[in-house]
């Protein structure tokens, strides 16, 4: 059984910056995806950004809110994956969860093929 936690929540005013972190638990394959979710209230999830575990692969995927502010990267010896949140808007406001999947592919678009979740921590961007 794979457990995932999420840490580095919190306020923000609009502009600045979070790092997000998601620590791993038990076996994940070297061919899943790590990735990061997020939900705002009354709006479903939505993909963020995921990441290939394979070390050999420097594949991200990006949903478009987060392209050019936010960057994903792992580190496979801390089963570890970072979500670098820069130039932060109020619409960022939401709960972040850390997710597990077989493969990144459309991954992003379908929330519901995760295989694991984390908690979720929550982010709040002030005006």
């Known amino acids: 059984q794979v457990q995932l936690v999420e840490s580095g929540g919190g306020s923000v005013q609009a502009g600045g910056s979070l790092r997000l972190s998601c620590t791993a638990s038990?076996?994940?394959?070297?061919?899943?995806?790590m990735g990061w979710f997020r939900q705002a209230p009354g709006k479903e999830r939505e993909g963020v950004a995921a990441?290939?575990?394979?070390?050999?692969?420097?594949?991200?995927y990006y949903g478009d809110s987060a392209k050019g502010r936010f960057t994903i990267s792992r580190d496979n010896a801390k089963n570890t994956v970072y979500l670098q949140m820069n130039s932060l808007k109020p619409e960022d406001t939401a709960i972040y969860y850390c997710?597990?999947?077989?493969?990144?592919?459309?991954?992003?678009?379908?929330?519901?093929?995760?295989?694991?979740w984390g908690q979720g921590t929550q982010v709040t961007v002030s005006s």
């Open positions: 997710a597990v999947n077989q493969a990144c592919g459309q991954w992003l678009l379908h929330p519901q093929w995760s295989e694991y």
């Open positions: 038990g076996y994940i394959a070297s061919s899943a995806c």
């Open positions: 990441i290939k575990r394979d070390p050999d692969s420097g594949s991200t």
